[in-house]
């Protein structure tokens, strides 16, 4: 043990396994996704490759994992999809539920939970659809 495994706290991103659970959780979550009638729409056109890569890399920093993202920021890549709250719901359960079935700790689930409260706005389009 050294001075810096003393002091320095162990990552989500470390605690849950490393890059290899991150993918094992983005494959999971993307065939939920893709397998939601409300939702598989909006990746019809979209490289699924690509996706799952970018989505494992943010996945990471917001585990406390290295910061190797450099895809669009969410606002960027999201407001053009015109998503309504429902449809951010879901995909926040769906991510949420592969995390528990992945047998990811509470506390950790907890964080990624206010993550998803946290940058919503940015996901979200409010206004411009009747009833949403
Ligand atoms: C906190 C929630 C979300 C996160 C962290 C997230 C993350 C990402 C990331 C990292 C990308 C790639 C950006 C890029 O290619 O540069 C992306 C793209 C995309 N996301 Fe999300 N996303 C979220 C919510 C959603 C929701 C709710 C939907 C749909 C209901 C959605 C649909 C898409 C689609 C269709 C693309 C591809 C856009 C394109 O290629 O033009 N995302 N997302």
Redesign the pocket.
Known sequence: MTVTDATTPVSHYERIGGASSVKAAVELFYEKVLADPE?AG??TD?DMV??RR??AL?LTVVLGGPNE?A??G?AE??K??N?PVA??AK??AHLITTLTELGVPADVLAHVQAV?GE?QDQ?VTTGNRPGV
């Open positions: 939702l909006y990746f979209v690509g996706q970018h989505l943010m993202y895809g669009r969410l890549a999201h053009p999809l998503i449809h951010y995909v926040g998803l940058v996901v």
